[in-house]
């Protein structure tokens, strides 16, 4: 049974970093590809960061290019998101994806997600 479980969202004022983290159990997590996704209230999914199951290959959506670092720690089975430069605008529930099989920007592409993990920033 895969599990995916977020930590290490919170409340920060604008400016501030964060650092999530998504352990992995169940998966070949060196085979897969993983990723983060966020829903803002009222908006729709949008993805985030992703990586290539090496993490040779990281990709960003442009809002977020510059402030925040996807990684993964092979023997810890963990995938992070370190956000730097925080903005109110990043609010939102992060959930962490794995297995993806189509478009890596869609959320339909991908098999398994986690509960989620709030981040607020405050202005």
């Known amino acids: 049974q895969v599990r995916l479980v977020e930590s290490g969202g919170g409340l920060v004022q604008a400016g501030g970093s964060l650092r999530l983290s998504c352990a992995a159990s169940?998966?070949?997590?060196?085979?897969?590809?993983m990723g983060w996704f966020r829903q803002a209230p009222g908006k729709e999914r949008e993805w985030v960061a992703v990586?290539?199951?090496?993490?040779?290959?990281?990709y960003y959506r442009d809002s977020v290019k510059g402030r925040f670092t996807i990684s993964r720690d092979r023997a810890k089975n963990t995938l992070y998101l370190q956000m730097n430069s925080l903005k109110p605008e990043d609010t939102a529930n992060y959930y962490c994806?794995?297995?993806?099989?189509?478009?890596?920007?869609?959320?339909?592409?991908?098999?398994?997600w986690g509960q989620g993990t709030q981040v607020t920033v405050s202005s």
């Open positions: 169940g998966l070949a997590f060196g085979n897969s590809g």
């Open positions: 994806t794995a297995e993806p099989d189509g478009t890596w920007t869609d959320g339909s592409a991908w098999a398994y």
């Open positions: 990586t290539s199951p090496s993490g040779g290959n990281t």
